[in-house]
Nanobody, 121 residues
Framework: QVQLVESGGGSVQAGGSLRLSCAAS??????VGWFRQAPGKEREFVAQ???????YYADSVKGRFTISRDNAKNTVYLQMNSLKPEDTAVYYC?????????????????WGQGTQVTVSS
């Protein structure tokens, strides 16, 4: 069983930065993904990092967001720069043992509670 806790959300003006953290128990061998869900929209993939630290990003955040992990702290980070109003959403981290590029939420069995990110124009 993996337990995930997100933190670091908040409100920021467009062009600003935030860093989200996902602290977890026993997730070092898991692929960890970040997803987001805006009101009235489906949950969408943002980025993932595998246990070997290879990464994959959605086109909408490529070049602006960076996912990383600190295995000593059992924590995965999402550094978000050049934020836009359309990045406003609840951000979730999730974990899976499935191998490969995994962008579908249903392939992640473990989820955190989410953290709100609001970007104002």
């Amino acid at each position: 069983q993996v337990q995930l806790v997100e933190s670091g959300g908040g409100s920021v003006q467009a062009g600003g930065s935030l860093r989200l953290s996902c602290a977890a128990s026993g997730q070092n061998r898991y692929t960890v993904g970040w997803f987001r869900q805006a009101p009235g929209k489906e949950r969408e993939f943002v980025a993932q990092i595998r246990s070997g630290s290879s990464t994959y990003y959605a086109d909408s955040v490529k070049g602006r967001f960076t996912i990383s992990r600190d295995n000593a702290k059992n924590t995965v980070y999402l550094q978000m720069n050049s934020l836009k109003p359309e990045d406003t959403a609840v951000y979730y981290c999730a974990a899976t043992r499935t191998i490969g590029v995994i962008t579908i939420p249903s392939n992640y069995p473990y989820w955190g509670q989410g953290t709100q990110v609001t970007v104002s124009s």
